[in-house]
């Protein structure tokens, strides 16, 4: 099969070159599926770990790729699925490729009136949004505050509040990408190069501030995130694209009897990601198949464009998920 491998860092924190290769199919061993790869997500991790930042798991493929969509190859019987059915997978790694093997609790059903191809954009951003959202118990009526709703997850974490009853509020980067937030259910949009999302989270909440905090950019937002809180709020820190350091007010914590949590989702032990999957189809999928939450798919680049296909993502001019097809 064909898939893109990482050259070795020509140094540490530099990106390796992305190079187009053949090797042997994978091998399905009990318990796991066999997919033939109609399109592979991608996503700021894959970044990370072309610059050696962020190494794969014991055990996964060391090339990059952490969903997919697909039609199944091969299966055991009792697994769920059946040779041609068409699903996506949470990958540890190896999904830019034309052919992956997943533990069968990885693999979800494509959701009624989606494609196969724009369903790759679904896998990691629903699990790491309902496990996050599910942690950091948000309720119907809370406010949230999504950072980076332009995201890949941030985009699908938006519709999902939405659509579970919450009031969100997120932060975007200009007036286009804000009126695209708009759309997907925000109900408020903070433009952070122009604007303090603290003092607006609090005008729109009476002063009250929010429930929960969904956080990508890590330690330049602590103390602001904190600061946005509501009395009893909860901080979810799940990225790290602006430092993994940053200053707290332990008084003001206190005081706010705050909670700062925070989740990763590639290196959990199978039956806790099969657990996370299994939320996700009963939680998450009825509401995708009722078109309350949807993919949103910037770009999607044939598999011998990956570098084309990171420096887009790299751009910061992305909204929602860029795909690669075999």
Not at 308 to 322: C, M, N, P, T, Y
Request: charge should be negative; hydrophobic fraction near 45%.
């Amino acid at each position: 099969m064909r898939f893109v491998r990482v050259d070795d860092p020509p140094a540490p924190g530099e990106d390796g070159a992305l190079l187009l290769d053949e090797r042997p199919d994978p091998r399905r061993g009990a318990g796991e599926v066999l997919i033939d790869v109609a399109a592979a997500g991608v996503n700021n991790a894959d970044l990370l770990q072309r610059a050696g930042r962020y190494p794969a798991p014991p055990g996964a493929p060391d090339w990059l790729g952490l969903e997919v969509s697909g039609t199944v190859a091969d299966a055991d019987e009792g697994s769920g699925v059946a040779p041609g059915d068409h699903v996506v997978a949470l990958l540890a790694g190896g999904g830019y490729a034309e052919r992956v093997a997943v533990p069968a609790g990885q693999v979800l059903p494509v959701p009624h009136g989606v494609g196969l191809v724009e369903a790759a954009a679904l896998p990691e951003a629903a699990c790491t949004a309902w496990s996050t959202l599910e942690a950091a118990r948000l309720a119907p009526g809370d406010w949230l505050l999504v950072h980076g709703g332009s995201g890949g997850v941030g985009s699908h974490a938006v519709q999902l509040a939405a659509a579970l009853g919450a009031h969100v509020a997120t932060t975007a980067g200009g007036p286009e990408r804000a009126a695209r937030c708009r759309e997907l259910g925000a109900e408020l949009v903070v433009d952070h190069r122009s604007e303090d999302f603290v003092a607006r989270v609090r005008e729109a909440t009476g002063g009250r501030g929010v429930d929960v905090v969904l956080d990508v950019v890590g330690g330049a937002y602590l103390g602001r995130n904190l600061e946005a809180l509501a009395t009893g709020g909860r901080l979810a820190v799940i990225g790290l694209q602006r430092g993994r350091r940053g200053e707290l007010d332990l008084g003001l914590l206190l005081s706010r009897r705050a909670t700062v949590l925070g989740t990763t989702l590639r290196a959990r032990p199978a039956a806790e990601k099969a657990a996370i999957v299994a939320g996700v189809r009963r939680h998450v999928w009825p509401l995708v198949a009722e078109g309350r939450v949807r993919p949103v798919v910037h770009a999607t680049l044939p598999l011998d464009r990956a570098e084309d296909a990171h420096a887009l993502l790299r751009s910061g001019e992305v909204f929602g998920k860029v795909l690669l097809t075999p």
